[in-house]
C-alpha cells in the first residue's frame, strides 16, 4: 500500500499539472464530480500551476453576490467566495435595511505599509544616526521602488526603536504602496536597505521583512439607523427601541468578554474575507492584522461599537485592511477579474472601503438575529439544502427535500432519503406529496 501511495508523489513537481493529476487519480480514484469541480477547464489548471507549486487543481469556491449596497452614495453588488452558508443572505438583509437609511459611509487612510529591518549589535549611537540620514534613506527606498514612486508612493517614513529584552535595534520603513498589497514591494525595499543599515549602524540584519499589522492603513464604515428602521422586514415581537438596547449590549459584552469578541470579530471578517478571497487578496494577512488590532490595547475585544445616540442606532467598525486592486493573485487569476468587474474596478482604498462596510453588515444582520431569533433558523435552512444533496437529490427536489426536513426537524440524511423516496414515487403516481410533510410551509 506504501508503495503505491509514495509512487505517485515522486518529482511531483517536476511533471505537469495533467500528470499529477492523472498520477492521483490512480491512487485515489476520483469520482467525476470531484474531478470536474477541482480541474474544470484545462486554462484554470495552468493559471493554478502558475500561482502555487506543485498544483493539481483549483478549488472552486461559490461566489454569492451581496446586493444593493449603499456606501458613500454609490450602490454596490459585492462579491463573496466564501463556504459558509447564510453569510451572503446575511449581510444583503444587513445592506436593505442600512441602505433605507442613509447607507454605510466609510473613510480609508494613505496605504502605507511598514517593512521591519531587525540589526543585531547595533551601536549606541545608531538610533540618532538613522534619523540623522532619514532623507538619504529615503532617496534610496526610492530608488529601489522607482515604478512606486512614478505611481505617486514610495518612502514615507523612518521610526526606529531598541527592542528592550533582546537588544535588538528594529527599523521601520514606511512605505505607501499605492493599489498593491505591498509585501513583495516591502520585502524587496527591505532587503534592499539591509547592507545600507548594517553600514550606518555597525549592526548585523537578522532579518528583514514587512509586518502585516498595517496600523497605519486603517479603515472604517458606520451607519446611523433610527430605531423604527431596525425591525423592518424583521420577524421579532420585540420593540425595536428593545432590540437596540440589546444589540448595544451585545457588543459591550463583545467589548468585555474576550471569548465572545473572538467570535464576534470572527463575524466581521466572514464578509472582509469572503470580499479578499473573491477578489483574489490576501486573506491571512487580512485576518492576522484585525485580530492584532483587536488586542492592541492590551486585551482582545470587539473591531465594532454600537450605541443609541436621540433614537438612532450608531454603528462603527475600523480596522487596518491591506487591500489591494493590482498584485499577487488580485486581477490576475480570471474569477477575481470577474469580481473586481462587478465591483466597477475600485482601487485599492475604495476597495478596503467597500469591505469594513461589508464587515460591518455582516456584523450587524449577526448581532440583531442572536438578539431576536437567534441565527440557527437561518442557517439550518442552508444545511437542508445540503442535506437533500447529499442523500441524492437535484435540481428541483432540493428544495422541496430540504423544505420538507426543515418542516420535520429532523436533518439526518436517512430522512432526507426516505423523503426524497417519497417524492419520486409520488411524482411518478402523480399523487401529491403532502403525506410525507413536503411543501410544508416554511
Ligand atoms: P506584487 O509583488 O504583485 O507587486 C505589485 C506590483 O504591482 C508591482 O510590480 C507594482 O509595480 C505593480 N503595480 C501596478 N500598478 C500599481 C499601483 N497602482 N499601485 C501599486 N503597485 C502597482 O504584490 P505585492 O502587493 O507587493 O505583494 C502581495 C503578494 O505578496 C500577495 O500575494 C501576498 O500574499 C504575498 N506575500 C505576503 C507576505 C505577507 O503577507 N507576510 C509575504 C510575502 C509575500
Given amino acids: 500500500m506504501m508503495s503505491k501511495q509514495t509512487e505517485p508523489f515522486r518529482n511531483l513537481r517536476r511533471r505537469s499539472v495533467e500528470e499529477r493529476r492523472g498520477s492521483l487519480d ?8 470531484e474531478s470536474d469541480a477541482t480541474g474544470g477547464q484545462s486554462s484554470l489548471l495552468e493559471i493554478a500551476d502558475l500561482m502555487v ?9 461559490p461566489i454569492g453576490l451581496a446586493t444593493n449596497f449603499r456606501i458613500d452614495g454609490l450602490t454596490y453588488n459585492i462579491p463573496m467566495a466564501t463556504e459558509e452558508p447564510s453569510v451572503v443572505a446575511a449581510a444583503t438583509f444587513a445592506a436593505r435595511i442600512v441602505g433605507g437609511s442613509g447607507g454605510f459611509r466609510t473613510y480609508t487612510s494613505e496605504p502605507v505599509m511598514k517593512a521591519q529591518i531587525f540589526l543585531e549589535e547595533a551601536s549606541a549611537a545608531a538610533e540618532e ?9 529615503g532617496s534610496r527606498v526610492d530608488r529601489i521602488l522607482s ?3 512614478d505611481r505617486g508612493g514610495g518612502f514615507r517614513g523612518l521610526q526606529t526603536r531598541r527592542l528592550a529584552r533582546t537588544g535588538v535595534l528594529r ?6 504602496v499605492r493599489d498593491a498589497m505591498g509585501a513583495n514591494i516591502l520585502d524587496t525595499a527591505a532587503e534592499g536597505l539591509r547592507g545600507y543599515l548594517e553600514e550606518l549602524t555597525g549592526g548585523r540584519a537578522l532579518m528583514s521583512i514587512l509586518t502585516n499589522a498595517a496600523y497605519e492603513r486603517k479603515t472604517g464604515a458606520a451607519f446611523s439607523l433610527p430605531l423604527e428602521r431596525l425591525a423592518h422586514g424583521y420577524r421579532t415581537p420585540l420593540e425595536p427601541t428593545e432590540v437596540a438596547r440589546r444589540i448595544v449590549l451585545a457588543s459591550e459584552i463583545a467589548s468585555e468578554d474576550e471569548e465572545r469578541a473572538v467570535t464576534h470579530n470572527k463575524g466581521i471578517m466572514n464578509g472582509i474575507s469572503a470580499l479578499a478571497l473573491a477578489t483574489g487578496n490576501d486573506t491571512r494577512a487580512l485576518e492576522a492584522a484585525s485580530h492584532a488590532w483587536a488586542s492592541h490595547g492590551g486585551r482582545y475585544r470587539s473591531l465594532s461599537r454600537y450605541e443609541v445616540r436621540e433614537g438612532i442606532l450608531e454603528a462603527n467598525l475600523e480596522l ?3 487591500f489591494a486592486s493590482v498584485g499577487g493573485a488580485v486581477g490576475f487569476h480570471p474569477a477575481t477579474r470577474y469580481c473586481l468587474r462587478i465591483l466597477g474596478h475600485p482601487d485599492a482604498k475604495r476597495l478596503a472601503r467597500i469591505a469594513a462596510a461589508l464587515g460591518l453588515a455582516q456584523n450587524f444582520a449577526a448581532l440583531l438575529a442572536l438578539v431576536t431569533e437567534g441565527i440557527q433558523r437561518g442557517h439550518m435552512r442552508y444545511h437542508a439544502a445540503r442535506v437533500a444533496y447529499a442523500a441524492g437529490a437535484r435540481g428541483r427536489e432540493i428544495r422541496r427535500v430540504a423544505e420538507a426536513l426543515s418542516a420535520t426537524g429532523d436533518f439526518s440524511r436517512k430522512k432526507a432519503q426516505s423523503i426524497l423516496l417519497s417524492l419520486r414515487d409520488s411524482e411518478e403516481s402523480g399523487d401529491k406529496p403532502e403525506a410525507q410533510g413536503i411543501g410544508a410551509d416554511q
Avoid at 490512480?26 to 464530480?33: C, G, L, N
Avoid at 507549486?53 to 469556491?61: D, R
Avoid at 544616526?129 to 534613506?137: F, K, S, Y
Fill in 26 to 33: 490512480e491512487v485515489y480514484s476520483f469520482d467525476r464530480e
Fill in 53 to 61: 507549486e506543485t498544483a493539481v487543481g483549483s478549488n472552486p469556491l
Fill in 129 to 137: 544616526i538613522l534619523t540623522d540620514r532619514r532623507d538619504e534613506i
Fill in 147 to 149: 515604478s512606486l514612486k
Fill in 171 to 176: 527599523v521601520h520603513l514606511l512605505i505607501d
Fill in 320 to 322: 487596518p485592511l491591506a
